[in-house]
């Protein structure tokens, strides 16, 4: 008895027809995961941030903390 020769002729492109599409499905759910688990959600906390942020408040708390160097607090 005889072991069948394997199949090698065309197994590349075979396995490729089978995996490829699969693969690129699976990117594709991947990449729109991320896009709506991920950035979606930042871009809305960044905006929702900067809707309350005061840029000019924030520099006159620092700098009545003291924290400048270049800049003295207003009592002083």
């Known amino acids: 008895m005889s ?3 394997p199949a ?3 197994l590349l492109g075979k396995r490729l027809r089978f995996h490829l599409p699969i693969a ?3 990117s594709v ?3 729109a995961a991320f896009k ?3 950035t979606e959600p930042r ?3 960044y905006a929702d941030f900067y809707k309350q942020y005061d840029a000019t408040k924030e ?3 620092m700098r009545e903390a003291g924290i400048f160097e270049s800049v003295r607090p207003t009592g002083k």
Do not use: D, W
Request: net charge positive.
């Open 3 to 5: 072991l069948a020769k």
């Open 8 to 10: 090698m002729r065309g």
């Open 24 to 26: 690129f499905a699976l």
């Open 29 to 31: 759910v991947a990449a």
């Open 36 to 38: 709506y688990g991920v």
């Open 43 to 45: 871009k809305q906390a």
């Open 59 to 61: 520099f006159n708390n």
